[in-house]
């Protein structure tokens, strides 16, 4: 049983877990200065140079399980002395130079910065070189090694930097907050803040949901989490974490379907709003390409919005596999909607931390969207769901052209050419995350199969058609 | 009046969509649509007896499209003297 992709996840895991269960029993308090030492009992140093580095490593993170720092705004936090200070010399020719007489790195070079010592061996003149990583692609012996930041090597968008002590330091401007450095750090130094306590509190002062009623709203990617059990029996665990429901971001996201295909057939050109990565991106990087943001919330926002017209007094938590959602949350207009953002991560700890085996629960059942809605976990689900809501709203005049941005690289080519109109398409669809949400910082698990899972969970759906799975809203949605 | 059909997971698999369908319908069909909110909920605590309906404050479940006509006469038609 495989629950997490790496160790750095699973510790991170355990210090989530073990606040959630001190929290549950409303010892927190008391338990916190145990926490390090039952996750590092020592006597012997598994993750560092000693124990004592490792409890207060420990400690710092418990401090992210419980919120952060409330002065930075980001929800994506460096813990200082968790960072290792990893070389950052940028490319380097490694031992695995044969000192061939090809030379076929030289010729990539296109700044000349390669030159050769007596024994034909490869040299990078750092004054010189951009690192545009072309004499690598080329090695036939692939002796040439970036030695960049993991962090900085996941920060696409160039948002991490190294300050004067070494340690990684996270630019907040141009941050986007999808997370990937917090999963790519092979040490665990870049988390993002955990809002459990948020949540915990929300589902006790519900009194049993007697006083108000605490809604989970679960986003599509679940569907290739939490593969050890069934989906029912995660619902299951939801209901007995103290939610009242749990009902499926997918239906918000149908509904987003819906109008958004009005919206761009009304404006011929519209990037989608979905991912708040992708969001804070544009109007960040290219603000002047912000007016063409689809003004349609995002399948988070529009279910939470459904929710509370159905029962004013309710309150929404979101889980799901993002953290630029705990940053989307802050924003006004949805903060008023959604009470707390979790991840899959978190929602695994909190199941342990109250010590449910969801694999031992009944199922229960999970189906309030239809088969367009629940694909938005995956690159290019938007895409389709866009062009279905546009043939089932009878637009023929208007013919969709969608360009499926499948990371923030793709994002970022697509709108720097739509800036410079170069761009043939009508409608980017942006995913921060390589493969969709189903690649997000804050899932358990990411596989090559997830997308298959989603696929299946989507049409394992009742509703077939966006229409059918929205009917019920569309006097609410078009006032 | 306020009506809200469980639009929950559990009542959804169960046909809730029909009985809106055929809420909106008799609801027409009788003139009420300014005497009576349709709305939705998301679960009305009743998940393993069928298609939940709230009228008012009064939970009526294990509504079927072979019942609907009866569930409207008693909860609908009746209490509005009707």
Redesign the interface.
């Known amino acids: 049983m495989r629950k997490f992709d790496t160790k750095v996840q699973h510790l991170k895991y355990k210090v989530l877990r073990e606040v959630a269960r001190a929290a549950f029993s409303d010892t927190l308090a008391q338990s916190l200065p145990d926490i390090p030492k039952t996750i590092a009992p020592g006597p012997e140093a598994t993750m560092r140079c000693c124990v004592y580095k490792e409890r207060a490593i420990i400690g710092e993170r418990i401090k992210l399980a419980m919120g952060g720092n409330p002065q930075n705004p980001n929800v994506i936090e460096v813990l200082d002395i968790a960072c290792d200070e990893c070389p950052v010399s940028g490319w380097q020719v490694s031992e695995a130079c044969r000192g061939c007489i090809a030379h076929r790195c030289e010729e990539a070079c296109p700044r000349g910065a390669i030159s050769f010592d007596k024994h034909q061996h490869a040299h990078i003149d750092k004054e010189k070189c951009i690192e545009c990583g072309r004499c690598a692609s080329v090695c036939p012996y692939s002796a040439i090694i970036d030695h960049k930041r993991p962090c900085q090597k996941a920060c696409k968008i160039k948002a991490i930097h190294i300050n004067e002590h070494s340690a990684a330091e996270i630019d907040n401007q141009s941050c986007v907050s999808c997370g990937a450095c917090v999963y790519q750090c092979p040490f665990g130094a870049i988390v993002d803040k955990s809002f459990i306590l948020d949540a915990i509190q929300l589902l006790r002062e519900s009194q049993n949901n007697t006083r108000y ?1 605490v ?1 989970a709203v679960v986003a599509p990617s679940i569907s290739s989490q939490f593969s050890y059990a069934k989906l029912g029996q995660v ?1 299951s665990g939801i209901k007995a974490l103290g939610f ?5 971001a997918a239906l918000g996201a149908d509904l987003v379907a819906y109008s958004e295909a009005r919206e761009l057939a009304e404006k011929g050109f519209l990037t989608s709003s979905c991912c708040p990565a992708f969001v804070r991106y544009i109007e960040t990087a290219f603000p002047a390409m912000a007016q063409h943001i689809s003004h349609n919330p995002s399948p988070m926002a529009a279910i939470a919005e459904a ?1 509370k ?3 004013t007094e309710a309150k929404v938590v979101f889980i799901g596999p993002c953290t630029a959602k705990k940053q989307e949350r802050l924003r006004p207009g949805v903060r008023e909607l959604v009470d707390c953002v979790l991840t899959f991560e978190e929602l695994q700890a909190l199941f342990d931390g109250k010590e449910i085996d969801i694999t031992s629960l009944p199922l ?5 969207a239809s088969y367009y809605g629940r694909i938005f976990a995956r690159s290019g689900g938007l895409s389709d769901a866009v062009a279905q809501a546009l043939k089932e709203q009878g637009i023929e005049d208007f013919h969709a052209n969608p360009i499926v941005c499948d990371g923030i690289e793709a994002c970022r080519a697509a709108l720097l050419r739509a800036s410079k109109n170069m761009l043939p398409n009508n409608f980017i669809e942006g995913m921060a995350c390589s493969g969709g949400c189903i690649g997000g910082a804050g899932c358990l698990t990411h596989g090559e199969k997830n997308k298959n899972e989603v696929d299946s969970y989507g049409h394992e759906a ?2 077939k058609s966006i229409g ?1 799975a929205i ?3 569309e006097h ?1 949605f078009d006032a | 009046m306020n009506i809200s059909v469980c639009v929950g997971s559990s009542c959804h698999l169960r046909g809730s969509y029909a009985i809106i369908e055929l809420m909106k319908s008799s609801l027409e069909r009788y003139g009420l649509n300014d005497k009576v909110n349709l709305g939705a909920a998301f679960c009305l605590g009743k998940c393993t007896e069928g298609v939940s309906i709230r009228f008012d404050d009064e939970i009526v479940s294990g509504v079927s499209e072979q019942n609907f006509d009866e569930v409207f006469k008693t909860h609908v038609l009746t209490p509005l003297g009707l």
């Open positions: 009623k809604y619902v009242y429901t749990v009902v499926e929710i017209k159905t029962d229960d059942v999970l189906d309030n009742m509703e059918d009917s019920i809203f609410a």
